[in-house]
């Protein structure tokens, strides 16, 4: 049996091997497992060394596992000793991937756009500043007046499952003719799945520099000089709220499992910014229809944001205008699970008939 972590930007704890399987140290606090294990025994016992905080994170979820490196599953953990958890895995075709957050990476990606490129009137951009790269899907044909969404998932690059989300919602997109002929009367959506340059799980900061700085990318945005990613997204959001035309502007994160709900949220102030009574009760209706059949949906509405330059906070002080955040959860999910937020979350964007609101000059 060998245990390979040199692919993909993963991360591999310490590991040692038993007599049924392979142990991880997952401690201190969360500590991020992305190995591909080699002829590994048909029947494999996974155990995973954590703590408190850990335990109920991995206890919610399970123990994602692979055989393809595409489809992903959780197998359920048992806790076994005061700081071990155990997993039994049935492996196969001699090699078996195991993670404790679902990887979205440079594949998938890859994967999306070659499935996708043409289809259903989706298009894919790429955009560059700097030294960074990334391609956005669009869906829509520009015609200088139209409301744009924007929906950004993998700003952290271990918070994988809201790239699963945003995969989806492309191929919702491209494969939903009557949705996205609906959709594209009157707007255009665009999606980033993998802001961060990172992929799949990794065990670095949302965004490391140049000179090897590690940042919290993802509370970037108001800063006097983002990253490249958040850079171009910001400016590009800029000149839409400049133009009036700010529609849905969602970034897609994942607390895991640290939460049973998956949870979307704006904020009424910031800055000298502070939302009336009559753009809070839209934000409050739009939140509802937004998240309308969506599992385990629920919203909230805090005054302000917990931590300063992250997306909302930004927008909202400097230019005024409403936006969203959600964070996917992990517990008792899977795949499908986020695939069906993703067509939840593509189909419900048509219920909003009004986004005139985000902008403080629609209001």
Same mark, same amino acid.
Request: hydrophobic share 40%; aromatic share 8%; net charge negative.
């Given at each position: ?290 998240? +309308? ?26 230019? +005024? ?43």
């Amino acid at each position: 049996m060998q245990i390979l972590h040199d692919f993909d930007a993963a991360a591999c704890p310490p590991s040692t091997m038993t007599d049924a399987g392979v142990c991880f140290d997952l401690r201190p606090r969360q500590q991020i497992l992305n190995v591909l294990v080699r002829d590994p025994r048909p029947t494999l016992e996974v155990d995973l060394l954590v703590d408190e905080k850990g335990e109920g994170f991995l206890l919610r979820q399970g123990l994602v596992v692979s055989g393809d490196g595409i489809e992903f599953r959780a197998v359920p953990l048992t806790k076994v000793g005061q700081e071990t958890l155990r997993a039994t895995v049935q492996t196969h075709d001699g090699e078996v991937r195991l993670a404790s957050r679902y990887p979205y990476g440079r594949d998938h990606l890859d994967k999306l756009i070659c499935e996708t490129a043409g289809i259903g009137g989706v298009t894919w951009r790429f955009l560059r500043q700097g030294h960074r790269g990334f391609p956005m899907a669009q869906l829509g044909e520009d015609d200088g007046s139209k409301t744009i969404h924007y929906f950004f998932a993998g700003e952290d690059a271990w918070e994988t499952a809201g790239c699963w989300v945003a995969d989806e919602m492309v191929r919702e997109l491209a494969s939903n003719a009557p949705l996205a002929t609906a959709l594209t009367a009157d707007s255009l959506v665009r999606i980033v799945p993998l802001v961060s340059p990172y992929s799949a799980t990794t065990s670095t900061p949302s965004y490391r520099t140049l000179a090897g700085a590690g940042i919290y990318g993802a509370a970037t945005w108001g800063d006097a000089e983002p990253p490249p990613e958040y850079a171009a997204l910001r400016q590009l959001v800029a000149t839409t709220i400049g133009e009036s035309r700010l529609g849905c502007m969602l970034t897609i994160h994942s607390w895991q499992a640290q939460s049973e709900k998956t949870g979307l949220e704006t904020i009424q102030r910031a800055g000298d910014s502070v939302l009336c009574e009559a753009r809070q009760a839209w934000a409050r209706e739009a939140m509802d229809q937004l998240i +309308d059949g969506v599992p385990h949906g629920a919203t909230a509405f805090p005054e302000r944001i917990w931590h300063p330059g992250l997306a909302r906070d930004h927008l909202l002080a400097a230019h +005024d205008a409403i936006t969203f955040r959600v964070e996917i959860t992990t517990a008792g999910a899977g795949l499908e699970m986020f695939r069906e937020t993703g067509r939840r979350f593509a189909g419900n964007l048509a219920k909003v008939a009004d986004w005139r609101p985000v902008c403080a000059t629609g209001a």
